[in-house]
């Protein structure tokens, strides 16, 4: 299985953690067909952790809690199926997930053929409890070859927290994406902390295994497992365009029941959603990383000759950030101005010929431009 873009959907552990069930998930492959999410391209439904007994069953093999999911976890994909979506689950590569269920050590194979019957698409694995002996290369790769090998096409999200130098060897073990930095917070320290975190591993984003910064915050507001504090929603559009030139799988972590209206449009800007799916997937660069004046000005070329810029104030007071073109790449001799487009406003901004200033931005607040090289 071969994955091209970074993979979007939807994820339970940032608002629900345990508190999952049949019906939460049944209401949430509905809203992501009713509310547009598939369309947009969030084709993922996955389970996080804790949907299962404690104990393994006779057979050895992980059973699903009947009282959260009293059909059986077949069911369960049967229903994202029919809606057009794809099904994930969760394990881990230790003998316990990280919230102390059974996980896949030794089970590898056994594991990967039940989610295969159970018509699993997408599979997130863990990185808790592991033996001391082992190394996280080998139980990486153990289950990268018990899915490559179930017959069925099961996207592996490999999920070890960016530890023991993980984007050295991660693409070795089959993984189609994986967790580059920590776990993510719903507050505006934590979602900085990533930014920085992915600053030095960008290089190893790209087709067939994609750096994946975490799942999304936006629409949480403080309600749920992660929701330690919330962020405004200026702080959630920053937040989305810097995966979106991270080029980071798209999953989001809120109550699609309950999203309100501008974090919906966050989530569903198909100009900001294209950066990320950007077919030539390159890495991003600064024009400015984190200047003495807490400003980050971020670039990525897009396929076609179009260029991204997000200009992100990063400080706790208003900033203006300046953008030239010859700091783009771009030389007074060449003849050609960037004509520039606002992501989140819809509209043009105007031909960069020199220099731009952008309007005071408030703190966390940033601007997500798309240009297109010009004749002056
Ligand atoms: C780890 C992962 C999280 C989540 C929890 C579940 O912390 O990084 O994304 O899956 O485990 O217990």
Not at 97 to 124: I, M, Q, R
Request: hydrophobic share 40%; with cysteine.
């Amino acid at each position: 299985m071969i994955v091209r873009k970074p993979p979007m959907g939807w994820n339970s552990w940032n608002t629900f953690a345990a508190d999952i069930h049949e019906k939460l998930i049944f209401e949430t492959a509905d809203r992501m067909v009713a509310d547009g999410y598939l369309d947009a391209g969030y084709e993922y439904l996955v389970i996080d952790d804790c949907w299962s007994l404690r104990e393994r069953g006779e057979d050895g093999r992980i059973v699903p809690d009947p009282e959260k999911f009293p059909h059986g976890m077949k069911a369960v994909a049967d229903y994202v199926h029919a809606k057009g979506l794809k099904f994930g689950m969760y394990s881990c590569c230790g003998s316990l997930t990280c919230a102390g269920f059974p996980a896949s050590y030794e089970h590898e194979f056994l594991d990967a053929a039940t989610f295969a019957e159970w018509g699993v698409d997408f599979l997130k694995y863990d990185n808790c409890y592991k033996p001391m002996e082992e190394n996280d290369p080998k139980l990486y790769r153990r289950m990268g070859m018990a899915l490559a090998n179930c017959g069925r096409d099961i996207l592996f999200s490999a999920c070890n927290w960016g530890a023991d130098e993980s984007h050295k060897w991660i693409k070795e073990t089959g993984a189609h994406m994986w967790r580059s930095t920590g776990d993510i917070m719903d507050n505006w320290a934590s979602v900085k902390s990533l930014i920085e975190q992915q600053a030095g591993i960008w290089q190893y984003n790209g087709q067939g295994c994609f750096n994946d910064m975490d799942m999304l915050i936006v629409g949480m507001y403080g309600k749920g497992n992660v929701g330690l504090g919330g962020c405004t929603t200026e702080e959630y559009r920053t937040h989305f365009s810097f995966w979106a030139l991270y080029g980071s799988p798209l999953m989001m972590g809120c109550d699609l029941r309950t999203v309100n209206d501008e974090c919906r449009e966050i989530l569903l800007n198909r100009e900001v959603i294209a950066v990320d799916q950007d077919e030539a997937y390159r890495q991003p660069f600064y024009l400015n990383a984190m200047h003495n004046d807490g400003t980050i000005v971020l670039c990525r070329l897009l396929e076609g000759g179009d260029v991204a810029v997000g200009l992100f104030n990063m400080t706790d007071s208003p900033r203006r950030i300046s953008l030239t073109l010859g700091d783009i790449g771009i030389n007074a001799a060449s003849g050609k101005a960037l004509l520039m487009r606002d992501l989140w406003k819809h509209e043009e901004v105007g031909r960069l010929t020199g220099i731009y200033r952008t309007p005071e931005l408030a703190p966390h607040a940033s601007m997500l431009l798309r240009c297109r090289v010009v004749d002056r």
